[in-house]
Nanobody, 124 residues
Framework: QVQLVESGGGLVQAGGSLRLSCAAS????????MAWFRQAPGKEREFVAA????????YYADSVRGRFTISRDNAKNTVYLEMNSLKPEDTAIYFC?????????????????WGQGTQVTVSS
């Protein structure tokens, strides 16, 4: 089992920045791929960004590429999401997810472990 705990959400004005953190514990070798998804009210959960512990590859949704940066600290078993130039349409609950496999990084159904989520609200 892997436990994921997100933090860092909050309320920010458009154009501002936030940094989300996701700390993993338990069988962390089962979290080779770590990702962020988000879900806005009335919408499906969507992929935001992903990275792997073993290979320094990073993947982003088109809607956030160039504004968001995913990174990880292997020593702390923590993955981060730096969000800049935030827009009102970025408002959502942001979820951290993990799985042992290194594929289908943008497929939410393929992830085995999920955090509880952290709310991000961007005001206009």
């Amino acid at each position: 089992q892997v436990q994921l705990v997100e933090s860092g959400g909050g309320l920010v004005q458009a154009g501002g920045s936030l940094r989300l953190s996701c700390a993993a514990s338990g069988r962390t070798f089962s979290s080779n791929t770590m990702a962020w998804f988000r879900q806005a009210p009335g919408k499906e959960r969507e992929f935001v960004a992903a990275t792997s512990w073993l290979i320094v590859n990073k993947y982003y949704a088109d809607s956030v590429r160039g504004r968001f940066t995913i990174s990880r600290d292997n020593a702390k078993n923590t993955v981060y999401l730096e969000m800049n130039s935030l827009k009102p349409e970025d408002t959502a609950i942001y979820f951290c997810a993990a799985k042992p496999r290194l594929n289908n990084y943008d497929d939410k159904a393929s992830y085995d472990y999920w955090g509880q989520g952290t709310q991000v609200t961007v005001s206009s």
